[in-house]
Structure formats: C-alpha cells, structure tokens
C-alpha cells in the first residue's frame, strides 16, 4: 500500500480513551501484557529486604523443541517437556511494583511482583495483580544465550518464550521466537550483509518494494 494511501487512512483517526470497565475486561486488555503503560515517576518499586528467592527455569533451552506446538508442549496449558533442556535454579531479586497511590485510579494492574535475575537483571517471572490486588495473570520467560560483538555471549537473545496464564480466566497464551528448525536470532555481524540496505528495509519506499 503506497505511504500516502495509508495516511489518508490513519489522518482521519482519532484516540479515545475507553472506559476503565471496558479497557481493563479479558476481551480488551492484552492476554499478554505487562508493560508499565506509565512513566518512572508514574510508578513506585521495592524489594523488601534485598529479598533473593531460588527461581527454577530454563536458561539455555533446545529452541527447535521451543518452536514445535504443540508437539514439544505439555497440554493446554503449555509447559514445556523434557526434550526442551535442562532446568536449573537461578537467584532472583523479588521486586514489588506498583503505581504511585494519585495515579492508581482506573489503571488495570494493582501491582505486580517480577522476579530479577541476580546476575544478569532480567525478568525471569511475574505476577500480576488487578485493581483489587486478586492474582491475575502469572508469567513464565525462559530464553536460550547468543553472542554479540562487542559482549560475548549473553543471556535470552538467541531467542526467548514466554508463557502467560490467566488464572481469572482459565486462559493462556504463549510467545516465542523459534521455528521448528530451532534457528536463533542474529545480532551484529551474524546478521546477513543484504539486510544493511536501509532503505529497502527500514523505509515506507522500500517496504512497498519488498510487498510488490
């Protein structure tokens, strides 16, 4: 679709802020999200008493099994099977989070408790709460290492899944980057030299060439 088409498209359109009920009901909101949906100041964290909690998970998994659903999945609620790798346990930091109490009114998540990796600080798990502090969604991440450049390798780049449970709602969701091949995502200079060209792929000109 020409550039131009698609602003005669979006000019006309305008954002709406929908009631609290409706934005924050199953239907509307995200299975799947857990962004802040705020500013830093917005929000206020503790981790009450430096808290390390032993976290067990994957951190280096068989991404060709993580990529075949639902073949390498334990039933509907999607748990990984042994063929995806070793799980091991991880210190984490217990981090509560949540909005500072002037800007809590009409915002979808009560608080939210993730679970930091002590080394490398990501997000190895997290619960959510609603706006009256019930559970409502637990999350699981897992992801497999790559390397960069300029920092060796590195933890959950080589391709990541996350798994979300919505346990008000007897629902799941799952996300992953890998393929049934198991291939892991580039960086740097793994990146083939045909995807430096800018401008066929990072321009409205040169994504209409590629759609042709």
């Not at 390390?52 to 991404?63: A, C, P, S, V």
């Not at 590195?154 to 291939?183: C, K, L, M, R």
Request: charged share 20%; aromatic share 10%.
């Amino acid at each position: 679709m020409p550039a131009r088409s698609i602003r005669r498209i979006v000019a006309p359109c305008a954002c709406r802020r929908l009631p609290v009920a409706r934005r924050c009901s199953a239907a509307t909101l995200s299975r799947t999200t857990n962004g802040l949906d705020g500013t830093v100041v917005s929000a206020s964290s503790r981790a009450p008493g430096c808290v390390i909690r032993k976290l067990l998970t994957l951190f280096e998994m068989n991404g060709k099994a993580a990529g075949t659903f639902p073949g390498e999945y334990d039933g509907i609620l999607g748990w990984p099977k042994p063929s995806w790798g070793e799980w091991e346990t991880r210190d984490s930091y217990v981090v509560d989070i949540h909005r500072v109490p002037s800007l809590a009114p009409g915002y979808c998540y009560g608080r939210r408790i993730d679970y930091v990796d002590k080394q490398y600080y990501g997000n190895l798990a997290e619960d959510l709460y609603d706006s009256s502090n019930k559970l409502w969604k637990v999350v699981w991440t897992a992801g497999t290492p790559g390397q960069l450049d300029n920092y060796g390798e590195q933890p959950g780049i080589g391709g990541i899944v996350e798994n979300y449970w919505d346990v008000q709602n007897d629902h799941v969701s799952y996300i992953t980057s890998f393929n049934p091949t198991g291939a892991k995502e580039l960086w740097d200079k793994q990146v083939p030299k045909q995807y430096d060209d800018v401008t066929r792929y990072s321009t409205p000109g040169g994504l209409q060439q590629l759609l042709r």
